[in-house]
């Protein structure tokens, strides 16, 4: 009897435990934001859980702009973002939320030029000045000077360039336009960069694969639609780890140092390492430098320095830390870019002031 009073003592203490415990040790994580790195982050999620179960990350691929809105209203824990924040969204943020947004380098990116030429087989290479009037509607014929004099060895046909650009908004064309409007005054003056603009000519597609579609049609298949699908002679431009994935031609484009640059590992990291914005809050589009590929990017995670709960602080504090190390390994894989260790290093101490 006594045995029997000693368990109904403790019973109810022990249920409580098994409740209690879990519920202050396991965290979720809600956040929203870009579609571009959506693959990578799906694959950190899921390898960081495995890690650690107790810490589950849901994410939502809404675009940059919807992910910075969620993240300012609270509706999220973190954002994630091509863009950077403006000072007034900033502000707005800390105003509301009571605490500074750290913005967290997560991967590199790079847009580059796709095209279907023909006659051409070979990687054509493209100036500012040549990507901006194609995009402008002032260069409108594949052997225009412009192009034919950087392909000097190339036929180019004397037939029309059908422009296709997103029509939807999109975090490439945000570093699209960002780069036309660093290398054309005409360009700035006039659409500017978004992530949508009023684009003076072409064709609209939604997302990578609607560009694809309308430029090179589809790849991997060899059937009757592969012969009637793409256009003839257009030209568009995606995510370079779409382009290496899907094998779509791309084409090199003149870096500000003066030389044609391929767009690879070697030449996005380039871009990163030869300038570290202040907070990186700037742009590394058209960094000068050897090797540097023009059209590159960051994309970042935006974090709220301090959250309510500091236990779920924590959990997004060890996250990014493991994302900036460990994580990275899985870029390769997916034809990201990995970030190179002065960015990390310096990432490394934005994170120590979460609290």
Do not use: C
């Amino acid at each position: 009897m006594k045995q029997s009073n000693r368990y109904a003592i403790w019973t109810p203490l022990f249920l409580f435990l098994i409740i209690l415990v879990p519920s202050s040790l396991s965290q979720t994580l809600h956040g929203a934001g870009s579609t571009f790195p959506y693959p990578l982050y799906s694959k950190w999620f899921e390898s960081y859980r495995k890690l650690h179960p107790s810490v589950k990350i849901h994410y939502w691929p809404v675009g940059s702009d919807a992910g910075i809105e969620d993240l300012i209203e609270g509706k999220v824990d973190f954002a994630a973002s091509d863009t950077a924040m403006s000072a007034e969204q900033l502000k707005m943020a800390k105003a509301k939320l009571g605490t500074d947004i750290l913005q967290i380098p997560a991967v590199l990116g790079a847009v580059v030029p796709i095209y279907k030429v023909d006659g051409v087989n070979s990687e054509l290479k493209f100036t500012g000045a040549a990507l901006a009037g194609i995009y402008l509607g002032t260069i409108t014929m594949w052997d225009d000077p412009e192009i034919a004099n950087a392909n000097p060895s190339i036929t180019l046909p004397s037939e029309k360039i059908v422009v296709v650009h997103h029509s939807d908004p999109s975090d490439t064309t945000y570093q699209w336009t960002d780069f036309l409007s660093q290398v054309s005054p005409a360009w700035s003056a006039g659409p500017g960069k978004g992530l949508n603009v009023t684009w003076p000519v072409g064709l609209g597609a939604k997302g990578d694969d609607g560009v694809e579609d309308l430029v090179v049609g589809p790849v991997g298949y060899y059937g009757v639609a592969d012969f009637v699908s793409g256009i003839r002679n257009s030209i568009g431009y995606v995510q370079l780890h779409y382009a290496i994935e899907r094998r779509l031609p791309y084409g090199d484009v003149l870096s500000k140092s003066g030389g044609f640059v391929r767009a690879t590992d070697s030449s996005v990291m380039a871009a990163a390492a030869s300038s570290v914005p202040d907070s990186f809050r700037g742009s590394i589009e058209n960094e000068p430098g050897e090797g540097t590929y023009p059209i590159s990017s960051f994309t970042w995670l935006l974090i709220p320095a301090k959250m309510q709960d500091p236990v779920k602080t924590k959990a997004m504090a060890d996250f990014v830390k493991w994302m900036l190390t460990d994580g990275q390994n899985s870029d390769d894989a997916l034809h990201y870019v990995k970030l190179p260790a002065a960015i990390i290093d310096r990432a490394m101490t934005e994170i120590a002031k979460m609290r």
